[in-house]
């Protein structure tokens, strides 16, 4: 194993310790802030170095919200637009959708209502558009994805409560509004289309809560960078710039078959 996969999986493990220790907290809310902040300092040092995240609400030129509510993280390419903060110091504000690259709803414990949200949420921010100088030429709009430090399910398949809840709320759940869902202990979850079709895969059942957790931010932290070389006008594959994803170990990415 890579010494930065090593290094990762160590920190990892202290995140996931100061997590469990939240629960002393009896304030609901703030027990799922103090959590959302262990998230953003384990990728604080792990990002790419254009990603800021942020909280607050998205809008797009038509200078428009689509939804209520604030978005837990968005996160932000800096060097594409400016935030539209009051505190400088702060990450509370306005983000516009140009430089926004994807948003993170994170949860201490999963609920089929929390799958119902985040679905509503997803399909509102695929409404959103970017603002070009010209014709667009295939931009991606921004990476919705979950996460969960537990779930209340028991029995049941984390995916099949995400199809549930594209089911009531009408997505296609292989439409692309929704990259990745990942729910330490549980299992980690990625859309992926071969060419052909699109279609869900979850990797091998036998990784530890660290491994979910590096595996997740490792991700998020590939795709926001190729979203960014992409956004700036540049090719991805002529790119010499890397994120942390590229020293983790293979997963053995297998197809979710629902039945």
Not at 63 to 81: C, F, P, R, S
Not at 85 to 105: A, F
Not at 130 to 159: C, M, Q, T
Request: charged share 30%; proline share 2%.
């Amino acid at each position: 194993m890579h010494y930065i996969a090593k290094t990762l999986l160590a920190d990892a493990e202290a995140a996931i310790n100061k997590s469990f220790i939240q629960n002393k907290i009896n304030h609901k809310n703030l027990r799922g802030t103090l959590r959302e902040d262990i998230l953003l300092a384990f990728m604080e040092t792990r990002r790419p170095y254009f990603l800021e995240p942020g909280k607050g609400t998205i809008i797009d030129t038509r200078d428009q919200e689509q939804y209520e509510g604030e978005d837990d993280v968005i996160l932000y390419d800096k060097e594409i637009t400016p935030a539209i903060k009051i505190c400088s110091r702060g990450t509370n504000g306005v983000y516009h959708y140009n430089g926004v690259l994807g948003r993170i709803e994170v949860k201490s414990s999963l609920e089929a209502e929390d799958y119902l949200q985040f679905v509503k949420r997803s399909q509102a921010v695929a409404q959103f558009r970017v603002d070009v100088r010209s014709e667009p030429k295939g931009i991606e709009g921004a990476y919705n994805y979950l996460f969960g430090y537990d779930s209340r399910a028991k029995d049941k398949h984390e995916i099949m409560r995400f199809y549930e809840a594209c089911q009531k709320s009408g997505m296609d759940p292989v439409s692309g509004k929704v990259s990745i869902i990942c729910v330490l202990g549980k299992g980690i979850y990625r859309l992926h289309h071969d060419g052909r079709r699109g279609f869900w895969q979850c990797a091998r059942a036998d990784e530890t809560k660290a491994q979910q957790l590096v595996r997740f931010v490792a991700m998020v932290s590939e795709m926001s960078l190729q979203l960014h070389i992409k956004r700036i006008g540049r090719i991805v594959k002529d790119s010499l710039e890397i994120s942390i994803g590229n020293f983790l170990w293979e997963p053995n990415w297998e197809e979710v078959i629902l039945t």
